[in-house]
């Protein structure tokens, strides 16, 4: 790599395929930092002769590396099978337990090390360290209970909804450790976001908990329970039991009664299950271990399937290689382990590794921005993972807070969204003191793990941009037609896979077309064709590559708003609208937002006769909430009276993305009303 000040070309992008819901990132190139004597002198990965093993003429042989960093019970014989493309089988023969690679194995040498780290929100609570002992004593004693009293079994499907407390990677271990196949769903979920997941997943059992700290409140989270299990039932699906764990063994903390007959209480039950051991369950490396549901391109949510074999050996290796987790680190995702960060990086990557992982229940400036850096300072955290959205808050509440606490980071993390190269610079020189190196990671919930980002020890880092493909993925962006863009040529298009890699999703729960449609149709060389090489895998962003090789995130190319880092689906929010029976068309397009990157604005129009009032916006709002969560809340709730639209109907959501965003909506003398415009501006303004 080139000296410390690359040109400051600032090339436009010039999407290829900017969608309405798009919009790109406009700062320049940045100059290169280097990480850290100190850092590379006790890295995991530092030598770059990794780059010729995992070419791409080594693909897929050199996955193996990957995999032998698990115990197997049956090792495998074939490392991918890409006979039936787009569905990839990975270590195929291989037999081994996810529970037992992330507690059972690491007791001879670290039965009494820290493996979770649980920080409540209320600051006057004890943090509860869990030694890998206690764990393994918990995880097993829940997997008896699920399986003695549940009758729970291999394959089957049990749906979560739980907070950030460790009853939760508990509970998910447990699944494994039994070859259940877990889903989920983040806490901030609303109980009919739930129940979409549940039906769609088929889980008949419901693991919750009765309430949870946040923001100053002690939440009732049961009642989202209720909810759930009513609306899956009008869905015509039955929940038999909801299993409510208690935030306070012992307590029952929450308003909403236990409904008799179907609720159970863990803590009561599990006292019956003492002592008891359960053999973890030698699994097929392709069986499914969990489910992720995600926002996509249409309406419903898509179950995310990721392998046992596949999928953990992909996040222990990225763990060690690009997180550079050692055994003996204190490491903290602060993402929420409802959403694919967690599930990787916070559970069964870190743990895989033996690594001490923070488990903290509550919002990063609870009860005041100093919080997270008295977390570091007391537990001695020294590797960081968050987001940019809670990167800005912090600095905007607290920009000179992490000065006053004695933490010292080697390595921090930034992902979910692109970062702004002022705000990195804050990270890195604030936050990491000058003393951590960065990496930005770019990946999906449908990858398992990291995609691209700098090695921490090999690469320069550079502002705003995630960094080349990791060893042994290889990316290219293509243009419309299908041309690749060579690396510098200044121009954006969609970022696609070369290669298929262990931790990528095996198909959308049962919906195999849809995996087809949405992550391999658009670029597949020959629909016929057996040879993995034809099968780029479309990620379903807009990136660009500098000459240097790094690759720069612009946003998504399909109907998905990232709020916060969080994906939601725009037909989500509009579906969501359109249950009130006041309105007739709904349209969401993404706002700038200083601290969460970007949030949803929606537009209405009314059924006729109807005139705008703040009661029906916030009945919209309202049921936006309802339907899928507080995240997903509209800024605002814009009632117009008619959607600019093309003149076959199409409602043209890149004028509103752009009167909402403050800028020039083009030419729009090709629409069919062009005259709706100035009135739109003239209600969006007025808001
Ligand atoms: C975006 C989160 C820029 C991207 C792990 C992607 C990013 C979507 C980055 C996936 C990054 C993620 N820089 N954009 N470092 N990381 N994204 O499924 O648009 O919740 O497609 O997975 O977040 O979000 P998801």
Sequence with gaps: MSEDKSPRHAAEPQAADVSEAQIAVHWPEEGYFSPPVQFIAQANLTDPGIFERFSLEHCPECFKEFADLLDWYKYWETTLDASNPPFWRWFVG???????????????????????????????????????????????????????????????????????????????????????????????????????????????????????????????????????????????????????????????????????????????????????????????????????????????????????????????????????????????????????????????????????????????????????????????????????????????????????YQYHFKHMTTVGEPIEPEVWKWYHKVVGKGEAVIVDTWWQTENGGFLCSTVPAIHKMKPGSTGPGIPGIHPVIFDDDGHELPSGSGKAGNICIRNPWPGVLQTVWKDPDRYVKNYYARYCKDPKSKDWRDWPYLAGDGAMQAADGYFRILGRIDDVINVAGHRLGTKEIESAALLVPDVTEAAVVPVADEIKGKVPDLYVSLKPGLSPSPKIASKISASVVSRIGAIARPRRVVIVPDMP????????????????????????????????????????EGE
């Excluded at 069986?287 to 222990?316: D, E, I, N, W």
């Design 94 to 404: 291989g037999r081994l337990n996810a529970c037992h690679n992330c507690v059972d194995r690491h007791l001879a040498s670290h039965r009494n090390k820290t493996a979770i780290h649980f920080v409540p929100e209320p600051e006057d609570e004890a943090v509860q360290h869990l030694t890998y002992q206690e764990l393994f004593v918990r995880v097993n004693e829940l997997a008896a209970l699920l399986r003695e009293t549940f009758g729970l079994a291999v394959g089957d499907r049990v749906t979560l909804h739980m907070p950030m407390v460790p009853e939760l990677p508990i509970t998910m271990l447990a699944c494994a450790r039994l070859g259940v196949i877990h889903s989920q769903v983040f806490s901030g979920f609303s109980g009919k976001a739930c129940a979409d997941r549940i039906v769609d997943s088929g889980s008949r059992l419901l693991i919750t908990m009765d309430a949870y700290h946040r923001a100053g409140d002690l939440l009732d989270h049961k009642e989202k329970a209720d909810i759930a299990v009513a609306e899956a039932a009008s869905a015509g699906h039955q929940i038999d039991k909801v299993l409510v764990w208690q935030r306070y063994p012992g307590k029952y903390s929450s308003p909403t009664a236990l409904v008799d007959g179907r609720d159970v209480l863990v803590n009561d039950l599990l006292a019956k299950y003492r002592g008891r051991r359960v053999e973890p369950v030698q699994m097929p490396a392709e069986a499914p271990l969990f489910l992720m549901y995600t926002s996509g391109t249409t309406g419903r949510p898509k179950g995310c399937q990721h392998s046992t074999g596949g999928y953990l050996a992909y996040v222990t290796w990225t763990s060690r290689y690009i997180q550079d987790i050692h055994p003996e680190d204190v490491y903290w995702c602060m993402a929420d382990i409802g959403w694919i960060t967690g599930h990787s990086y916070i559970v069964y990557g870190p743990l895989s590794l033996a690594a001490s992982s923070v488990v903290y229940e509550g919002v990063p400036t609870y009860p005041d921005p100093g919080r997270p850096w008295r977390i570091a300072e007391k537990l001695g955290v020294n590797i960081f993972h968050t987001s940019p959205t809670a990167i800005r808050a912090l600095r905007r509440s607290g920009p000179d807070e992490p000065t006053k």
């Design 645 to 684: 639209k093309t003149r076959s109907g199409k409602i043209m959501r890149r004028v509103l993305a752009a009167i909402s965003n403050h800028q020039d909506p083009g030419d729009v003398s090709t629409l069919a009303n062009p005259e709706i415009v100035e009135k739109i501006k003239g209600l969006a």
